[in-house]
């Protein structure tokens, strides 16, 4: 059974910073690309960020760039999301998500990924 399990979220002062992680177990982590995906209050579905099965391709959204940056562990089965000089926008659930196919090419596109965790909500406020 794929399993996704987020941590580290929390309430954060804008400026601030918080690091995700996203443990992941039931199948082959290192044979697929993984995103971070959030749902901010009364908003849709937005992609923040993909890293490639190997970890040398990442990518991030416009509104991201230059302030988060995603990793992962494939010794540990975990993926990550730094998130530094957090601002009220960020406010959402963070959910890690796997990418449906097995060996597939990281992608922005949310309907590519068929399994998520729970989420773990990160607020920004002062």
């Known amino acids: 059974e794929v399993q996704l399990v987020e941590s580290g979220g929390g309430l954060v002062q804008p400026g601030g910073s918080l690091r995700l992680s996203c443990a992941a177990s039931g199948f082959t982590f290192g044979d697929y690309a993984m995103s971070w995906i959030r749902r901010a209050p009364g908003k849709g579905l937005e992609w923040v960020s993909f890293?490639?099965?190997?970890?040398?391709?990442?990518s991030y959204a416009e509104s991201v760039k230059g302030r988060f940056t995603i990793s992962r562990d494939d010794a540990e089965n975990t993926l990550y999301l730094q998130m530094n000089s957090l601002k009220s926008e960020d406010t959402a659930v963070y959910y890690c998500a796997r990418r449906t196919s097995r060996y597939g090419l990281a992608s922005r596109d949310v309907g590519d990924y068929a399994d998520w965790g729970q989420g773990t909500q990160v607020t920004v406020s002062s």
């Open positions: 890293i490639s099965r190997n970890g040398v391709r990442t």
